[in-house]
């Protein structure tokens, strides 16, 4: 026959640490106090995403290298191009928060729907961006950027006729 039962004194043992959970980290208790690890611990997914990145939005394709020279400057050449593709993606979301947004629309064509400025959304509707390069005194500049272009460059505060900083 089978038979069970419910013990009591192991439900209430577990239910006194519900919701409670162990962060192990090596900060000095003068850097960070309890709430300060926990935001930080908080913040992980946008790390996450960061590598999320680097393996899909960047299209770093596998390598073999032989020399750990060669793989820690590959490395570094990664971590520099997610470094720009997160600021691309802070200035804009910034600058956007800053004119009271946080959507914007045209980053699916014909389709109006709004979207929050991502890195990948932002670079693909950047990409096809030419730049003339300075000839004969004339400065570099950006040709004819469509809507969404011209709006995306105004937030990462890039004037297309002078795509030079002063």
């Known amino acids: 026959m089978f038979a069970w039962h419910y013990d009591q004194d192991a439900i209430q043992g577990e239910a006194a640490t519900d919701g409670w959970y162990t962060l192990l980290s ?3 208790p003068a850097d960070a106090d309890p709430a300060e690890i926990l935001r930080r611990h908080k913040n992980q997914p946008a790390v996450e995403q960061g590598y999320a990145t680097i393996k899909g939005t960047l299209a770093v394709a596998p390598m073999f290298l032989q020399h750990n020279r060669r793989i820690t400057a590959l490395i570094t050449v990664i971590c520099l191009a997610l470094l720009i593709f997160s600021l691309i993606e802070r200035e804009v979301r910034t600058n956007l928060a800053a004119q009271g947004h946080t959507d914007m629309v045209g980053f699916y064509g014909y389709d109006n729907r709004p979207a929050r400025p991502t890195g990948r959304l932002i670079l693909q509707a950047l990409h096809d961006l030419r730049l003339i390069p300075a000839h004969n005194q004339q400065p ?5 950027p469509g809507w969404l272009q011209a709006q995306l460059l105004t937030l990462l505060n890039v004037d297309p006729t002078q795509p030079r900083w002063p």
């Open 140 to 144: 570099p500049k950006i040709p004819h």
């Open 26 to 28: 090596n900060l000095p």
